[in-house]
């Protein structure tokens, strides 16, 4: 595997080549430990000394393995012109290549004292903590309220639509869509936070940020490397999702085909990322029995094995029978997601939990940012979720209060700009 492939070569070597001074300055500070962390024996615990290449065939943030925190933001562009559209993504990119290898946006940010500084400064000293910065494409980019605002229309990919509403949709308009979308993953979130800051910083004038997601704990493991953790409902989340080891089905579901659109060659290599905030009613799930919990999930609790049987990686058995019917249920989790039941259909899943505060009633607003990444989401995602709506007994503790998709171009080339050939 190369770093150029897949973003996600991770070595000691890779560690001491970062050449960021934010990167140099953190892992001096933490001296021995840093080293130790990324040392050839190191636990599979991601480290903060991480840097994965923001250059690639894809971008990073996709099959990398997944960190710990999130923050995701989705922008509006407010200007017109397609120029300073174009100057945005190119300066964003500048700036993502800096940051993602632990270095502050630009190089006189603590000289120039006629000005404001050019980095916001709270990650100065932090190391590049396995920053990745995934940017994508709405279908609103193209066409706004009928209009084609940047010249785009002709090149919007046709899978790139608005979601369709779902059953029991309960959407807050102010947490749906957006123009563009930035994913920040990293394992400290001051750097997750501080990239999507500096990015909204640099955006003034050009964008604005629509609306905002924080997250913590991973909800998938991407790499068999990974350990499953675990979701706000306690369970193992991501034991059976698509692993960035996996190359043929990863090729097969995640990246869009030069053949998949002619109108959309620009992002051969993309893919798409749905993204859908799941608020789970905690409060109700913590009074369910185990056995219900469990039923509804279709997987015991404890180590994630599937209720038909075997441990954690076992795959589903479908048909077996207990007294009452099958082991596990009709309106099982795990069933109704299952590739059997959704034309052998597969997705890569990223997801994190988060945690938004109390609402009025003194009830948590917590739940599971849901996010995915697939090659065509009318194939790979729509009816998948069409079905657990409408038949998910999980359902009943879960609303859906967010939503977006985005086309995500694929990776950038030294010297080209996130995006470029879509302006091409
Ligand atoms: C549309 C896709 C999916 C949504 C939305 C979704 C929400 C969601 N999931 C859990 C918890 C678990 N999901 C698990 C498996 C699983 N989920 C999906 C898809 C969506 N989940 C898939 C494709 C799968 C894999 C199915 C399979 O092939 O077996 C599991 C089991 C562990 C695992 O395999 O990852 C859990 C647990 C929650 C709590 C949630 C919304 C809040
Ligand atoms: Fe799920």
Same mark, same amino acid.
């Given at each position: 595997?190369?770093?150029?492939?897949?973003?996600?070569?991770?070595?000691?070597?890779?560690?001491?080549?970062?050449?960021?001074?934010?990167?140099?300055?953190?892992?001096?500070?933490?001296?021995?430990?840093?080293?130790?962390?990324?040392? =050839?024996d190191? @636990?599979?615990?991601?480290?903060?000394?991480?840097?994965?290449?923001?250059?690639?065939?894809?971008?990073?943030? +996709?099959?990398?393995?997944?960190?710990?925190?999130?923050?995701?933001?989705? /922008?509006?562009? %407010?200007?017109?012109?397609?120029?300073e559209?174009?100057?945005?993504?190119?300066?964003?990119?500048?700036?993502?290549?800096?940051?993602?290898?632990?270095?502050?946006?630009?190089?006189?940010?603590?000289? !120039?004292?006629?000005?404001?500084?050019?980095?916001?400064?709270?990650?100065?000293?932090? @190391?590049?903590?396995?920053?990745?910065?995934? $940017?994508?494409?709405?279908?609103?980019?193209?066409?706004?309220?009928?209009?084609d605002? /940047?010249?785009?229309?002709?090149?919007?990919?046709?899978?790139?639509?608005?979601?369709?509403?779902?059953?029991?949709? !309960?959407?807050?308009?102010?947490?749906?869509?957006?123009?563009?979308?930035?994913?920040?993953?990293?394992?400290?979130?001051?750097?997750?936070?501080?990239?999507?800051?500096?990015?909204a910083? +640099?955006? &003034?004038?050009?964008?604005?940020?629509?609306?905002?997601?924080?997250?913590?704990?991973?909800?998938?493991?991407?790499? %068999?490397?990974?350990?499953?953790?675990? !979701?706000?409902?306690?369970?193992?989340?991501?034991?059976?999702?698509?692993?960035?080891?996996?190359?043929?089905?990863?090729?097969?579901?995640?990246?869009?085909?030069?053949?998949?659109?002619?109108?959309?060659?620009?992002?051969?290599?993309?893919?798409?990322?749905?993204?859908?905030?799941?608020? +789970?009613?905690?409060?109700?799930? =913590?009074?369910?029995?185990?056995?219900?919990?469990?039923?509804?999930?279709?997987?015991?609790?404890?180590?994630?094995?599937?209720?038909?049987?075997?441990?954690?990686?076992?795959?589903?058995?479908?048909?077996?029978?207990?007294?009452?019917?099958?082991?596990?249920?009709?309106?099982?989790?795990?069933?109704?997601?299952?590739?059997?039941?959704?034309?052998?259909?597969?997705?890569?899943?990223?997801?994190?939990? $988060?945690?938004?505060?109390t609402?009025?009633?003194?009830r948590?607003?917590?739940?599971?940012? &849901?996010i995915?990444?697939v090659?065509?989401?009318?194939?790979?995602?729509? @009816?998948?979720q069409?079905?657990?709506?409408?038949?998910?007994?999980?359902?009943?503790?879960?609303q859906?209060?967010g939503?977006?998709?985005?086309?995500?171009?694929?990776? +950038?080339?030294?010297?080209?700009?996130?995006?470029?050939?879509l302006?091409?």
């Open positions: 595997m190369t770093t150029d492939d897949q973003n996600s070569t991770v070595s000691r070597r890779r560690l001491l080549g970062v050449a960021g001074a934010g990167a140099l300055a953190g892992a001096a500070a933490l001296g021995g430990f840093e080293l130790a962390q990324a040392s =050839d190191a @636990p599979e615990t991601p480290s903060a000394g991480l840097a994965y290449d923001f250059h690639g065939r894809h971008q990073a943030g +996709i099959v990398t393995p997944s960190q710990d925190r999130l923050h995701f933001a989705s /922008f509006d562009v %407010t200007t017109s012109s397609r120029d559209l174009i100057a945005l993504l190119k300066a964003w990119t500048e700036a993502a290549e800096a940051m993602t290898t632990g270095a502050s946006v630009g190089a006189d940010t603590l000289t !120039n004292y006629a000005s404001p500084p050019t980095d916001t400064g709270e990650a100065l000293g932090l @190391p590049a903590s396995g920053l990745t910065l995934t $940017f994508g494409f709405g279908p609103s980019l193209f066409t706004k309220d009928g209009k605002r /940047f010249g785009l229309e002709a090149r919007r990919p046709k899978a790139l639509q608005h979601l369709p509403h779902f059953p029991a949709d !309960n959407l807050d308009p102010a947490r749906t869509d957006g123009d563009l979308c930035v994913q920040a993953c990293a394992n400290d979130p001051q750097v997750a936070v501080h990239a999507i800051r500096n990015l910083r +640099i955006g &003034f004038g050009t964008v604005a940020m629509r609306w905002n997601q924080l997250g913590f704990g991973r909800t998938s493991s991407t790499s %068999t490397s990974q350990q499953t953790p675990r !979701n706000l409902m306690g369970f193992k989340d991501g034991t059976a999702n698509l692993k960035g080891e996996d190359a043929a089905e990863i090729e097969k579901f995640v990246w869009v085909d030069p053949s998949d659109d002619a109108n959309a060659s620009w992002l051969a290599g993309g893919s798409y990322l749905v993204a859908r905030r799941i608020k +789970i009613q905690i409060e109700p799930w =913590d009074r369910t029995s185990l056995s219900e919990q469990e039923a509804l999930i279709g997987r015991e609790r404890a180590h994630g094995a599937p209720l038909s049987g075997g441990t954690e990686f076992t795959d589903l058995d479908l048909k077996i029978e207990g007294r009452n019917g099958p082991l596990i249920g009709m309106d099982a989790h795990v069933r109704l997601a299952h590739p059997s039941q959704n034309n052998g259909t597969k997705l890569l899943r990223r997801g994190y939990n $988060f945690t938004d505060g609402d009025a009633l003194g948590l607003d917590a739940g599971l940012f &849901f995915a990444f090659r065509d989401p009318g194939k790979h995602y729509v @009816p998948m069409n079905q657990l709506s409408s038949q998910d007994g999980l359902m009943e503790y879960l859906h209060t939503s977006g998709l985005w086309a995500v171009p694929p990776g +950038i080339r030294k010297g080209e700009y996130v995006g470029q050939a302006f091409a």
